[in-house]
């Protein structure tokens, strides 16, 4: 049986691809300028094969002219050009594309940066153009010829002039609508932002007439009007550079010039690698937290280049959360884009960058906090709290990468120190790492709860971020050791001299059974301190919830009512307790009022709020009286 072939309605194939492609009617120059360099790539390879051509470097450029009156922006390059017979079926064959041919002919592998493959790019012209002309004429010919559409009708293809081997692309821009500000595409600088965000880095210079302000020759404080003819691309990417040739300030100057920053960055990271997937990245930890860092409104990303140009300008996959800080680039020629080139078409490059990057972050901080500790700890000022989400996000499973970038306080050294070097000066007789939390490390100093801890000699670390707890708790443990905290009900070790101080009585107990009777299930327990030197009365805890997590948790949005379970501790060696055990059998009164007090001091000691107010303050006059 005879196959028939598909029949296609090309006029309106036409119209839905050229709409449906591209998120951004802008990335019709960036597909014109890459048509133009893949042109001059092509001169240059032919130069390479055919001694008869000399590649002149400086020959080789892409012009971007307007006509405002008529409409008309022009893109001009002088590369290898199009015989009659290349327009007919490059541009008249939707997804033919001549380079992708050119390429796989000429055994095109590495080196050559031909960036076009799927035959479409030109038709994004349709986006803003109402028509659109070639003007061509291919190498070795002396014809030229000159193709026009108007999009949906066809094309005609007729000779015309041209002195130089080439092609101009004339736009006939659309009129501007409603919604759609068609005139940005023939505004010189308005083009010029185009072509720098996505263009910047094609190798041939892309050049454009434009006006600027200059001071005038002989009165330097007047100003005139100057037109002039600008190469607005950078040209070379500085990662192609060698390292060995950039110093301090190319990298500097380069985060400056891309926005990355306000600040000076940190720290750079320039990586070129070759292996499976070949790409090159430049990377920055940046001095300061961005204004919105830690907020919903602040998107992560590094931008992604194929080839040199720009793909998407904050590729989020290629950076976990807990780096979200770094800022920089990735280009890859190995990269399988769709035919968008806005996407990838399938992750697994991304992947496999993205794991390659962690490790190099990874160890580049890590020998920041090495070899320069005063500039870690002003990246952990910035950042610090970012990497403990990280340790307790994904559910721990990225413990292990950020745990030796993790600082806290330190009772003992009174500055920031690692859990390595915590654990490494733990006595023999220390079971546990120590911690205690609050707003700041000067509310802490003074926590009741510290006093045993540290009469022991044991080092304490200051949890003073919201984060620090849970992030340790789904730490679990450091070199085999568990981390405890100083207010939790057992406190890993026994307090001999206390112990035999905080003995109990009968009475004693009889007292704190009043006690929490009067207290109800404001406290799971009240009894004697065996942590407690100088001060009457701390809350400690028992469970899995801490008291500052508690307090974190009250503060969610969606706030649970989740509780602690507090025991309230008694130093029944202060006199006090001595008052409230002599009132004890003779005025009930007396004890609760002290019950009460002494329970809503414990809260303000921790931190909490105390929940009646008023009767607090009645409570204190009473005594006062
Ligand atoms: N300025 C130009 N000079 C010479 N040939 C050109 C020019 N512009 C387009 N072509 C030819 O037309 C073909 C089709 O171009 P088009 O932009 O549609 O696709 P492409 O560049 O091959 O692929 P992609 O869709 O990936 O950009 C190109 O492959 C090339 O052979």
Redesign the pocket.
């Given at each position: 049986m005879a196959k028939q072939q598909f029949e296609a309605e090309s006029k309106r194939l036409l119209e839905m691809m050229i709409n449906s492609i591209y998120s951004q009617r802008e990335v019709f120059l960036r597909?014109l300028i890459?048509?133009?360099s893949?042109?001059i790539d092509k001169m240059y390879y032919q130069a390479l094969t055919d001694d008869s051509i000399t590649f002149n470097q400086s020959d080789y450029y892409i012009k971007i002219t307007t006509d405002k009156e008529n409409r008309q922006l022009t893109i001009s390059?002088t590369?290898?050009?199009?015989t009659k017979e290349?327009l007919e079926s490059?541009?008249g064959v939707i997804a033919?594309?001549?380079?992708?041919a050119?390429k796989k002919e000429n055994e095109i592998k590495d080196g050559y940066d031909i960036?076009?493959?799927?035959?479409?790019?030109?038709?994004a012209a349709f986006m803003v153009a109402d028509q659109v002309t070639v003007v061509?004429k291919a190498l070795g010919s002396e014809e030229a010829y000159l193709w026009q559409s108007e999009g949906a009708e066809g094309f005609t293809i007729e000779p015309t002039e041209k002195e130089t081997v080439g092609?101009d692309?004339t736009l006939t821009i659309k009129e501007n609508t409603d919604e759609d500000d068609f005139d940005q595409f023939l505004d010189p600088n308005q083009l010029k932002t185009i072509v720098k965000k996505y263009s910047d880095f094609i190798r041939y210079p892309i050049k454009m007439e434009l006006t600027t302000q200059k001071p005038k020759e002989d009165k330097e404080d007047e100003f005139e009007e100057v037109t002039e003819e600008q190469t607005v691309n950078s040209m070379v990417p500085i990662w192609k550079k060698n390292k060995a040739e950039l110093t301090e300030e190319d990298y500097n100057q380069f985060y400056m010039d891309k926005h990355y920053g306000f600040d000076k960055p940190l720290q750079h990271i320039h990586v070129s690698v070759d292996g499976n997937i070949r790409y090159q990245a430049i990377l920055y930890i940046p001095e300061t937290t961005p204004y919105n860092y830690y907020s919903a409104d602040y998107e992560k990303g590094l931008e992604l280049y194929s080839n040199g140009v720009l793909i998407m300008n904050k590729c989020a996959d290629l950076l976990p959360d807990y780096f979200s800080f770094v800022k920089g680039l990735v280009d890859s020629e190995d990269l399988s884009l769709n035919?968008s080139r806005e996407m990838l078409q399938h992750d697994r490059q991304l992947k496999l960058i993205e794991k390659n990057l962690v490790k190099k972050i990874k160890t580049e901080l890590v020998k920041l906090l090495r070899s320069e500790r005063e500039q870690y700890e002003k990246f952990y000022d910035a950042f610090g709290r970012q990497l403990k989400y990280g340790v307790y996000s994904d559910f721990g499973q990225n413990k292990e990468t950020l745990q030796d970038l993790l600082l806290f306080y330190s009772s003992k050294e009174e500055k920031l120190v690692t859990l390595k070097e915590y654990v490494e000066r733990m006595p023999e007789d220390q079971s546990y790492i120590y911690y205690a939390t609050g707003e700041s490390n000067a509310r802490i100093e003074r926590l009741p709860q510290t006093e045993v801890v540290l009469d022991k000699g044991y080092e304490i670390l200051y949890f003073t971020d919201d984060v620090d707890e849970f992030a340790i708790k789904m730490l679990a443990e450091y070199e085999g050791k568990s981390f405890k905290s100083v207010s939790s009900g057992d406190l890993g070790f026994d307090a001999e001299d206390s112990e035999e101080e905080s003995k109990t009585t009968d009475q004693d107990q009889a007292l704190f059974d009043e006690m929490k009777e009067i207290l109800k299930d404001k406290v799971t327990d009240v009894r004697a301190s065996k942590r407690l030197k100088t001060h009457p009365v701390c809350l400690s805890n028992e469970g899995e919830i801490s008291i500052e997590m508690e307090k974190v948790l009250s503060m969610m949005p969606d706030n649970q009512n989740v509780q602690a379970d507090k025991i309230l501790e008694i130093n029944v060696n202060h006199e006090i307790f001595q008052t409230m055990k002599q009132a004890h059998e003779t005025d009930k009164d007396k004890v609760a009022t002290y019950t009460n007090i002494l329970y809503n001091q414990a809260l303000l000691i921790e931190g909490l709020t105390v929940e009646d107010p008023i009767s607090f303050t009645n409570d204190v006059w009473k005594v006062l009286k």
């Open positions: 597909e890459s048509n133009a893949d042109a390059d590369g290898i050009g199009m290349e490059n541009l033919k594309s001549g380079s992708l050119f960036i076009g493959q799927f035959g479409v790019g030109f038709y061509s092609t692309i035919i």
